[in-house]
């Protein structure tokens, strides 16, 4: 068994469509652990107050992995190392991980014993509306998860090597160790610790996700060790440092942006930020199948055909990914809309996880899921121009599209809160008429509003830089956008026809309601996307026909080991 998974590591995953796929697939899997633990959460705490103490305490950690992490991460690395490579210099390529893992850590352990000292004032930044108690709670879990960040930044930095080798099932595999790390912290170590033991499980899952990137820096042949820069050796460094400052300041907004979203939630009703953070996580399930997993399988290639400077094979590539991501997500985005009671009824419906909870995080899904396209074309432009070590324009875009968000936000609620028509409007078409705390889906509202506003800008600029492509993507956006209303309409009136049949009242009726919805929707949209002869179900299904080569690996025989 332990030689077929070394077998399996040592596949080479060359194919967009293929390399997307595996880590679709490792990544649902990931997912599915993600929503386990969500649903654990759920049934244990209820959208209460003690989840919003602890998706609260995950922001200063998150704000540091990105603010120092990012400076060494494998967007920025993966550009450096494949001149190496093309230069034929494997040790100095090993040579640059190793001080770049080196200088990460000390900088990170230096700048986590900061944010320790200050984390009574951070907390009250990140949670204004919480009061002393639950402060002190926020402050001592969110210095027990200051540990993540070093762990995870140092798996980021031999991720680089997982990448660039193009062996995908490595890079999937870690979050979902990781996943595995907090869901035995909250079975485990939570009835010990209480939420303390919520906070270690977090830190073990960052050492699961470190230790499975080992096994690649080996079959590649390094060996990553302590090693400070000296003399010169601090000028390639400071380049990456120089590529990586717009990118840091980019991805900060982005967490400052949700900080400022969870500050404006501790001040409306109790778990709203849990309500915010549990529909947050389901609607990252098809951001990570699609987005992530298409962005990070070609970032690799584009390093390589802009580096070679074959511009019209990257503009090309780009195109390609462009249309599969639109080609899933409108389908996706209006199926999770249709079906969002269900989902959350069935993945987070359990033990003190209330009916009103179950309606909010409903409705936030559905106002997330409405900018689904535009997060996952924006992660593609975004790794498209990091690609091309051109940082400054994701950092303007991104940074002016998230103080956007944050402004938006607090008008957005003071609208909701003074303007009777715009609320009674806004409960109607999201269906929480009546219902306590509904101007918190003012939050997932905003960032809605935001992404959209932020992919309009990027995908023009970008055009600006490198080339129109929309108008040879427009039959992928009507194919899949009737597609999409075909199936959305197909499972609305699917629910309603099997009402009867089903005992909604039971997790085993409502999942077999929806189950079934979604199928008839899916055929329905599969038939129409048949007749339009789509391009891209035809390519989907070569890709799944396609079987992925093989590469054989320069390392000793383990009899000489």
Known sequence: MVSAFLRLLQREWSGLHQAALLLAGASLLSQFLGLLRDRLLAGTFGAGRELDIYYAAFRIPDLLYVTVASFVSVTVLIPVLTRYRGRGSREEEGNFLSRAGTVFASACAGVSLILFAIMPTLAAFVAPGFDAIALKELIFLARLMLLSPLLLGLSGVLGSVTQLEKRFVLYALAPVLYNMGIIGGLLFLFPIFGLPGLALGVVFGAVLHLSIQFPAVRLAGYSFKVSLPRGGEWSELRHVIALSIPRTITLAAHQLSLTGLFALASLLNVGSIAIFTFAWNLQSVPLALLGVSYSVAAFPTLSELHARGQREQFVGYMREAARHLIFWSLPISALVIVLRAHIVRVILGSGSFDWIATRLTAAALALLCISLVAQNLVLLFVRGYYACEKTRVPLVVNTLSSLGIIALAPLLVFL????????????????????????????????????????????????RDYGKFLSTIYDTLYQSLAAALLIGTTAYYTLIAVAGFFNTGTFLGIALQGLLAALFGIAAGVILLIVFDSRELSELMAALKKKAPRRKLVLPEPEGL
């Not at 999201?430 to 918190?440: D, I």
């Not at 003012?442 to 800008?457: R, S, W």
């Open 416 to 463: 909701f809160t003074r303007l009777p028509l715009f609320a009674q409007t806004m409960e109607r078409l999201l269906r929480v008429e009546g219902l306590p705390g509904t101007s918190a889906l003012m939050i997932p509202l905003a960032f809605t509003i935001g992404l959209i506003i932020n992919v309009v800008i990027i995908w023009r600029l970008f055009e």
